[in-house]
C-alpha cells in the first residue's frame, strides 16, 4: 500500500473516531490515560528492548550523543510519561463547558460550547516521550490525534502505539483515537499535510527546519513557534539586586529553551552599575558576552557584538548585550529583533511597567519577573503541547482549552427572522 | 514598480502603522471611523461618478444583471455604509481588556490581555461596501488592514481608499493603517498571499472557487467557510406549527444567503401530517422540493432528489427533503453531508434538545429557532465580519473579538524559576 493510502485511511479513520472523542465522558477518557500510564509500567521492559533497537540505529548513523541521549528511553523516561499522563487525568476537562450566556431581545438564549477542535496532527523529532505527552493532552481534550514521531525513533515509537491501542481498547475508546504513523519515509509528512478535509490542525515541535518545511507545505493550519529570541529590559530604576537574580535566572538556568534569555537589555543610567556586577555572575557561569560598542567599553573583556547577534537564539551560555538610552529604544529594538515570544522589563517605575506590558507584543510579557515563566505548569494552564508565537487561535503557552474551540449554542421556543 | 514590489511595501507598511494603531486609545479610533462615515456622505456625488466607471466596464464586459446591482453604489449604499461606520464606532472596544488573572503560588500574577491581531488582509469580490464595512471592523479592533477588491470595481474602490486616507489622516491616525490594493491583475493576490512576514490572518470572503484559490496559496492562516449546507430537522414530537414557520423562515425569508435552510430532515413520524402542510406553503412561495423516495411517496409532485442534492448549497428557492426514522439519523446525515455551517432542531423533548446541541458539530446549533439567527447582530456580537466553519481561531460568526487575541501579562516581584 503506498504511503499516501496508508495516511488518508488513518486520517479518515481519525475522523471517524474524533466523533466518539468528542461525545466521550471525563471519566472514560481519564480511565484510559491512567490504563495508559499501568501499561506503561508493566511493559517497560519491551519499551526498553524495542528502544535500544533505535539507539544502534542511531549509533551505526553516526548521531551526536546529545541526539541519542534524546532517543533513549530510560527507567526514569518511563516513569515520567507515566506521572505526565496521570497529571492530564487530574486536570479538569474542558469539553462541554457552557459560558457567555446572553438572553437576546427576541428571547433567544445564546451560549458558547466549548468543544474538541476534531482532529489533530503532531509532528515531532526523535525524542519518543513526547508521543506519550501529546497523545494524553489531545484525548484528553476529546480529540483524535495522529502522531508522526522521528524516524529514529521507529521501534520505540511502534512499541508506544501497541501499548496505547490496547489501553483504549480496555477503556472502550475508539483504537483509532490515537494513530502512529508506521512509516519511515519523510513522504508521510507530506502525505499527512495534504489531509485538509480530515484534519482540523497539525503542530509540529522541533527544530526550525522542521517547523518551516511544515508551514510551507501544509493546507492545514498550523500552531507553532519557530524560535525565542528572549530580552530582559533593566530599566533607570530596577531594584538591581532584582535584576541580577532575574538575569541571571532567565540565561543560565536552563539555557537551552526557547524561553531562556537571548540578549540583555540595560538602561544607560543603570549599565555602569549593573553590568559589572552581572559580568561577573556571568563569568562565574561560563556565559559568554557579546555586548554592543557601549557594554564594550564598560565590561572591555566582552566580545563586540556583531549585528547577526541580536536576532539569534543562541539556546547555549553566549548572551548579547546592549545599552539602550530609554524604554523606548529598549521597546523598539525588541520589536525589531525579538520574535514575539518572551520579554520582561525589571522597573521599579509605575508608568514604564504598565507601558512595558501595553506596548511590547510578545506571547507573554513580565514585569519584574524571570522570561523563564513561559510555560503552562507555570502559567496555571497543566500541561502545555506548546507554545503558539503566531496569533490565530493561540499566542503563548497551549494547555488542553487551547485543543479545542467553541460553537454557539441557541435556545428558542420557535423564532424567526423578521 | 512590478506587482509584488507594491504589495510587498503596502504589508510592510501595514505592519508599521499596526504598532501605533495598537495603542491608539479608543476615543480616536471612534472619531476616525465617523470621520469616515461625514466625508462618505459629503463626497456622494463623486463616489458615484467613479462608481459609473466601474458600471460602465461591467455591462461593456457583458455581467450578469445581478453582478451589475451588487457592484452598483446608491444613495441607499452610502447611507448604509455611513451608518455601519456610526454601529461599529458604537460598539465596545475590545482591546487592552484584562481578564482571567490568577495568583500562582509563587506570588506572580498571571493575566490575558487582549490585543489586535496586527495586519489583516481581506480578498473580496464585486460589492464594494464590503471595503467600508472591512475596514471598520479591523480598524475598530486595532489593526492595520489591506484590501483586494474585485477589479470589477477599481474605481469606486480608489474613490473609497481616497476618502479613507484623507479621514484617517484628520482623525491622526496613520494613512497606512488602511490601504486598498490599486493593482487589477489577479497576481496582486498571490503577492498578498505570500506576505507572511508582515500580515497575520487572511479574511476571503465571495464565491467558493475564490475561496479554495486563497486557501490553496496561502502561507498566511485562513478564515473562511466554502459554503454553508444548513439543515432543520423536525422531531418526531415537534409543535408542527413552530416547525412549519422556523422551516418557513429558514427557507425562504433569504433563499440566497448562507445560512438558509437547505435540506429539511423529518422523522417519520411526523412525516405523514408536517410533509403536506409544509409543501402547501412551500409551493405557495415557489419552493421546489426534492425529496428522498419516502418524502415523495407523500408528496407524488415532489421531484426526486439524487445523491448530489444532499450535499448541495442551493441558494436559491430549492429544498431537499429527507424522512430520517430517527435522531441519530438525522445527526448521521448532517455529519455526512453537512458543512459545519448551522443546523437546528424543533422539538419538544428535553433529551434530543440537548444531545442535538451537543452532537451537532456546527458552528451554530439551534433548537426551536430559526436556522436565519447564525450572524453576528443576531447572536449579540455587533457586527460580523464572516462566519467561520473552520474550527481554528474562531468557529462561527466573527465579530470584533474574533480580530483580536490574547498575550499573557506577568507582574511579579523578583520571582525566579526554581
Given at each position: 500500500m503506498s504511503v499516501e493510502i496508508t495516511i488518508a485511511e488513518m486520517a479518515k479513520s481519525a475522523r471517524i473516531a474524533s466523533r466518539d472523542m468528542a461525545k466521550c465522558p471525563t471519566a472514560k477518557k481519564n480511565e484510559a490515560l491512567l490504563t495508559i500510564a499501568g501499561e506503561l509500567k508493566r511493559q517497560a521492559e519491551y519499551i526498553k528492548e524495542e528502544n535500544k533497537k533505535d539507539l544502534a540505529g542511531a549509533k551505526e548513523a553516526g548521531l551526536s550523543a546529545a541526539f541519542i541521549d534524546r532517543l533513549a528511553i530510560k527507567d526514569a523516561t518511563i516513569k515520567s510519561m507515566a506521572n505526565g499522563l496521570a497529571e492530564v487525568s487530574a486536570l479538569e476537562d474542558p469539553v462541554g463547558s457552557i459560558c457567555r450566556t446572553l438572553i437576546r431581545p427576541n428571547g433567544i438564549e445564546v451560549s458558547r460550547m466549548r468543544i474538541p477542535l476534531g482532529v489533530i496532527g503532531i509532528i515531532y523529532e526523535s525524542r519518543p516521550n513526547v508521543t506519550i505527552d501529546a497523545a494524553a493532552l489531545c484525548l484528553k481534550a476529546g480529540n483524535a490525534v495522529i502522531l508522526r514521531g522521528?524516524?529514529?525513533?521507529?521501534?520505540?515509537?511502534?512499541?508506544?502505539?501497541?501499548?496505547?491501542?490496547?489501553?483504549?481498547?480496555?477503556?472502550?475508546?475508539p483504537e483509532e483515537a490515537v494513530q502512529i504513523?508506521?512509516?519511515?519515509?519523510?513522504?508521510?509528512?507530506?502525505?499527512?499535510?495534504?489531509?485538509?478535509?480530515?484534519?482540523?490542525?497539525?503542530?509540529?515541535?522541533?527544530?526550525?527546519?522542521?517547523?518551516?518545511?511544515?508551514?510551507?507545505?501544509?493546507?492545514?493550519?498550523?500552531?507553532?513557534?519557530?524560535?525565542?529570541?528572549?530580552?530582559?529590559?533593566?530599566?533607570?530604576?530596577?531594584?538591581?539586586?532584582?535584576?541580577?537574580?532575574?538575569?541571571?535566572?532567565?540565561?543560565?538556568?536552563?539555557?537551552?529553551?526557547?524561553?531562556?534569555?537571548?540578549?540583555?537589555?540595560?538602561?544607560?543610567?543603570?549599565?555602569?552599575?549593573?553590568?559589572?556586577?552581572?559580568?561577573?555572575?556571568f563569568s562565574g557561569a561560563g556565559v559568554e558576552i557579546r555586548g554592543c560598542p557601549e557594554t564594550c567599553s564598560i565590561l572591555p573583556s566582552a566580545k563586540k557584538a556583531t549585528e547577526e547577534d541580536w536576532p539569534t537564539e543562541f539556546l547555549d551560555l553566549i548572551l548579547a548585550v546592549k545599552v539602550v538610552s530609554d524604554m523606548d529604544e529598549a521597546i523598539k529594538h525588541v520589536a525589531e529583533y525579538g520574535s514575539n515570544h518572551t520579554d520582561a522589563i525589571v522597573t521599579s517605575d509605575y508608568n514604564r511597567a504598565r507601558r512595558f506590558l501595553r506596548e511590547v507584543d510578545s506571547s507573554v510579557v513580565l514585569v519584574n519577573a524571570s522570561t523563564r515563566f513561559n510555560d503552562g505548569g507555570e502559567l496555571g494552564l497543566g500541561a502545555e503541547i506548546g507554545i503558539s508565537t503566531s496569533k490565530l487561535h493561540a499566542f503563548g503557552p497551549m494547555g488542553l482549552e487551547e485543543l479545542t474551540t467553541t460553537k454557539f449554542i441557541v435556545s428558542g421556543n420557535g423564532q424567526i427572522r423578521e
Amino acid at each position: 500500500m503506498s504511503v499516501e493510502i496508508t495516511i488518508a485511511e488513518m486520517a479518515k479513520s481519525a475522523r471517524i473516531a474524533s466523533r466518539d472523542m468528542a461525545k466521550c465522558p471525563t471519566a472514560k477518557k481519564n480511565e484510559a490515560l491512567l490504563t495508559i500510564a499501568g501499561e506503561l509500567k508493566r511493559q517497560a521492559e519491551y519499551i526498553k528492548e524495542e528502544n535500544k533497537k533505535d539507539l544502534a540505529g542511531a549509533k551505526e548513523a553516526g548521531l551526536s550523543a546529545a541526539f541519542i541521549d534524546r532517543l533513549a528511553i530510560k527507567d526514569a523516561t518511563i516513569k515520567s510519561m507515566a506521572n505526565g499522563l496521570a497529571e492530564v487525568s487530574a486536570l479538569e476537562d474542558p469539553v462541554g463547558s457552557i459560558c457567555r450566556t446572553l438572553i437576546r431581545p427576541n428571547g433567544i438564549e445564546v451560549s458558547r460550547m466549548r468543544i474538541p477542535l476534531g482532529v489533530i496532527g503532531i509532528i515531532y523529532e526523535s525524542r519518543p516521550n513526547v508521543t506519550i505527552d501529546a497523545a494524553a493532552l489531545c484525548l484528553k481534550a476529546g480529540n483524535a490525534v495522529i502522531l508522526r514521531g522521528g524516524s529514529e525513533a521507529y521501534y520505540s515509537n511502534m512499541a508506544l502505539s501497541g501499548i496505547i491501542k490496547k489501553a483504549l481498547s480496555a477503556s472502550g475508546l475508539p483504537e483509532e483515537a490515537v494513530q502512529i504513523v508506521p512509516v519511515r519515509e519523510r513522504s508521510a509528512v507530506n502525505a499527512l499535510l495534504s489531509q485538509e478535509e480530515y484534519i482540523d490542525l497539525i503542530i509540529p515541535r522541533g527544530g526550525e527546519s522542521l517547523i518551516r518545511f511544515v508551514v510551507e507545505n501544509s493546507r492545514i493550519p498550523v500552531l507553532k513557534h519557530y524560535k525565542g529570541v528572549c530580552h530582559v529590559y533593566v530599566d533607570e530604576d530596577a531594584d538591581l539586586e532584582m535584576a541580577r537574580r532575574i538575569c541571571f535566572n532567565a540565561k543560565v538556568q536552563r539555557p537551552g529553551v526557547c524561553n531562556a534569555m537571548e540578549t540583555m537589555l540595560v538602561h544607560k543610567a543603570a549599565a555602569k552599575d549593573f553590568l559589572p556586577l552581572m559580568a561577573k555572575e556571568f563569568s562565574g557561569a561560563g556565559v559568554e558576552i557579546r555586548g554592543c560598542p557601549e557594554t564594550c567599553s564598560i565590561l572591555p573583556s566582552a566580545k563586540k557584538a556583531t549585528e547577526e547577534d541580536w536576532p539569534t537564539e543562541f539556546l547555549d551560555l553566549i548572551l548579547a548585550v546592549k545599552v539602550v538610552s530609554d524604554m523606548d529604544e529598549a521597546i523598539k529594538h525588541v520589536a525589531e529583533y525579538g520574535s514575539n515570544h518572551t520579554d520582561a522589563i525589571v522597573t521599579s517605575d509605575y508608568n514604564r511597567a504598565r507601558r512595558f506590558l501595553r506596548e511590547v507584543d510578545s506571547s507573554v510579557v513580565l514585569v519584574n519577573a524571570s522570561t523563564r515563566f513561559n510555560d503552562g505548569g507555570e502559567l496555571g494552564l497543566g500541561a502545555e503541547i506548546g507554545i503558539s508565537t503566531s496569533k490565530l487561535h493561540a499566542f503563548g503557552p497551549m494547555g488542553l482549552e487551547e485543543l479545542t474551540t467553541t460553537k454557539f449554542i441557541v435556545s428558542g421556543n420557535g423564532q424567526i427572522r423578521e
